[in-house]
C-alpha cells in the first residue's frame, strides 16, 4: 500500500464550489505540505504543518485553506473554487529536524475547475 | 535562503553518463544539497542528499567540490525510463523545510535511443 494517499485522484467541479482534497499516510511523519503544480512549472507550496497543532501560509495560500485533523490526515479546501485553480495538487510528508528536505510525495490530484 | 541555478533542459542517449550541474553560490553553512526527480503526472522522489565531498546511493552519485557553490548529480548509464524532470534544493535540513524549501522549475532530462 501506498505510504501517502490522496482523495480524490480526478476532480471536474464548477467555478464557486467548495471543494476538498484529503491526503493520508502512514509513514507516521509529523510534518505534511500541500503543494500545486502548474503545467511547464515547478511546484509552489500552499500551506503546511509541521504537527497537529501547527499551521503555515505558504507562498500562494490565498483561496485555500487547510486542516489537520490528526498527525496522518491533512486536508486541504477551495473555499470558493475558480479556474485559475486548475492544477495538480501534490500532499507531502517529512520527519522532523534531519528528514526536512527528505520528503514524501502522494500521486496528486488533477483538480479542473470549469 | 540559497538560491540555485540548474540548466533548463538537457538531452542525452542510453548508456550515457548525465551530469547535471547546479549553483548555488550563496549557500549556508548549515545547508544540504537535495535532489529530487519528477515523472510526468506523479510527485516528486527524493533521489539523493549530500553535504560535501561525494554521496552515492545505488541511482545516483553527487559530487559537491569544496567550496560547496555548486553540485553535480550524476546518472550512470541513463536509459528512457530516466527522462525525467530534475530538481536542486538547497537548505538548513535541521531548522529548514516549510516555506524554505522551494522547488525551481529544475531540468528537463530526455534522454533518447
Known amino acids: 500500500d501506498a505510504d501517502v494517499t490522496q482523495t480524490p485522484r480526478n476532480r471536474i467541479t464548477k467555478t464557486g464550489k467548495r471543494i476538498m482534497l484529503e491526503c493520508s499516510q502512514t509513514?507516521?511523519?509529523?510534518?505534511m505540505y500541500w503543494y500545486r503544480q502548474d503545467p511547464g512549472l515547478g511546484l509552489r507550496l500552499i500551506y503546511y504543518?509541521?504537527?497537529?497543532?501547527?499551521?503555515n501560509k505558504g507562498e500562494i495560500s490565498d483561496g485555500y485553506s487547510v486542516s489537520r485533523q490528526a498527525q496522518a490526515k491533512f486536508s486541504l479546501s477551495l473555499e470558493s473554487a475558480i479556474p485559475n485553480q486548475t492544477a495538480l495538487y501534490f500532499c507531502?510528508?517529512?520527519?522532523?529536524?534531519?528528514?526536512?528536505?527528505?520528503?514524501?510525495f502522494g500521486p496528486g490530484t488533477r483538480l479542473t475547475v470549469t | 535562503l540559497a538560491k540555485t541555478t540548474q540548466p533548463i533542459s538537457m538531452d542525452s542517449y542510453e548508456g550515457q553518463e548525465v551530469n547535471i550541474t547546479c549553483s548555488h553560490n550563496?549557500?549556508?553553512?548549515?545547508?544540504?544539497i537535495t535532489w529530487y526527480q519528477q515523472f510526468p503526472s506523479q510527485g516528486p522522489r527524493f533521489i539523493i542528499q549530500g553535504y560535501k565531498t561525494k554521496v552515492t546511493n545505488e541511482v545516483a552519485s553527487l559530487f559537491i567540490p569544496a567550496d560547496r557553490k555548486s553540485s553535480t548529480l550524476s546518472l550512470p548509464r541513463v536509459s528512457l525510463s530516466d527522462t525525467a524532470v530534475y530538481y536542486c534544493l538547497v537548505g538548513d535540513i535541521l531548522t529548514g523545510g516549510g516555506n524554505k524549501l522551494t522547488f525551481g522549475t529544475g531540468t528537463q532530462l530526455k534522454v533518447e535511443l
Open positions: 509513514k507516521g511523519h509529523d510534518r
Open positions: 507531502a510528508t517529512s520527519a522532523g529536524s534531519s528528514g526536512a528536505y527528505e520528503q514524501y
Open positions: 504543518s509541521f504537527d497537529v497543532k501547527d499551521i
Open positions: 550563496n549557500i549556508a553553512t548549515n545547508d544540504y
